[in-house]
């Protein structure tokens, strides 16, 4: 646990972002992800809420990973990062209590991400404050991109507006952001509830397996060259 | 001892353990000693702001937070009214009451005058279908001013499917259906215990 094997940030970086990303390709944290993606202001909320935590909570599991034995780690864990979460929900709720109202009811979801635990475990406990520490922003922003484009598609399809109430979560200046994209649109219910989650998901990791393959697949080999091309 | 060994002791692991449990519970105590009275006071304000919002100005002049009594209804729970004085004569009433929603309760805050006509009606809690049932809330739609003015006797308390004179929503008669019942109930319960409102002393400033 103790041996730090240099590890490199550009690899980091595109792990959190695309390669490894928790909700496209891991598939973690698909309890928040269908609960608050019915619009992308909710995803984007949920998202940089989550990205707080993640980076504190990767901090410290890092910082403490020698002393924590492997047989009772996961305990530790669970509690330092319950603990996190409650005292970010108890400090906005008295000190920013405009910002709470709008992401409190994010903040309580973010204890059931199993993303969060799923960091500490995989990264976190055997790597550098450091690159924990950029683990642990990349991993969030990744989640929040995922979150934010499967609210934004569900919102355009059910309600015909993008990031409606954005002023609400990021103060009057973002007012620009909302867009009503379909005037007099009467909305497909289903795309606003869990149904629709799911049927975007699927759709967008469709998406991202074709852009991953296109990508993979070596210039000079075609299928009708090579029969067993993959 | 080097760390490694130690790390693979039984009573160190206990001892870690425990550890933790201790550190992290003495920051989440003083972090609640610390936000208590700030979380409070939000409360507070908050609940000012809904008083307001079902209370039209100039209905009363003291601070109804400060004059509450706290009165049991048919079920046996008690129901904390805050009432509105005008020059020190009762003037209107503020209470909470919820019924059973599409998905778990609807808390309403029902605000009346003196004569238990309806001043103001704001859904404070729900967690009905979004898009559906979410037009009882204020910011989404106007429906929720469709109480104002009505009195317990002098309208049909139900939504126009069930021959009432309240619209229902398409899609979602289940919700209108449950606030209309919350409102309906607030008012009999006000009609029940008018007198005690009115004449009970509370906490009053």
Known sequence: ?230 | MELAVLRDRISYQGALLAGFTLLTGAALMTANHLTLPAIERAATEDMKASLVQVLPQGMADNELLKDSVVIKNDKGVPVTVYRGRKAGAFSAAVFQHSARGYAGDIVVLIGLNAEGVVQGVRVLKHAETPGLGDKIEVAKADWIHSFEGKALAAARWAVKKDGGEFDQFAGATITPRAVVKAVKEGLEFYAAHRTEIAAAQGEQS
Not at chain 1, 37 to 56: D, E, P
Not at chain 1, 82 to 91: E, W
Not at chain 1, 124 to 137: E, F, I, P, Q
Not at chain 1, 218 to 229: D, K, Q, S
């Open chain 1, 1 to 230: 646990m103790s041996c730090n094997t240099p590890v490199s940030m550009r690899r980091v970086v595109r792990d959190g972002l695309w390669d490894q990303n928790v909700v496209f390709s891991q598939l973690l944290a698909m309890c928040p992800m269908m609960a608050v993606t019915t619009s992308g202001t909710n995803g984007l909320g949920m998202g940089l809420a989550t990205t707080a935590v993640l980076v504190v909570s990767n901090i410290l599991i890092a910082a403490i990973r020698d002393y924590v034995s492997d047989q009772v780690r996961i305990p530790v864990f669970v509690v330092v990062i319950a603990t996190l979460v409650t005292l970010v929900d108890m400090s906005l709720n008295a000190w920013a209590h405009e910002l709470h109202k709008v992401l409190g009811l994010f903040i309580a979801l973010i204890v059931v991400n199993c993303a969060i635990l799923g960091r500490a475990e995989a990264f976190a406990s055997k790597n550098t404050v450091r690159a924990s520490a950029v683990d642990g922003l990349a991993m969030g922003l990744g989640f929040t991109l995922a979150l934010v484009v499967v609210g934004l598609v569900r919102e355009l399809i059910g309600s015909g507006t993008l990031f409606a109430q954005a002023s609400l979560l990021l103060g009057p200046a973002f007012s620009f952001l909302e867009i009503k994209v379909i005037p007099n649109y009467s909305g497909v219910l289903m795309m606003i509830l869990p149904p629709g989650g799911f049927l975007v998901l699927g759709f967008l990791l469709v998406a991202k397996r074709l852009i991953d393959q296109r990508v993979s697949k070596p210039a000079a080999c075609t299928p009708a060259a090579e029969p067993n091309c993959a």
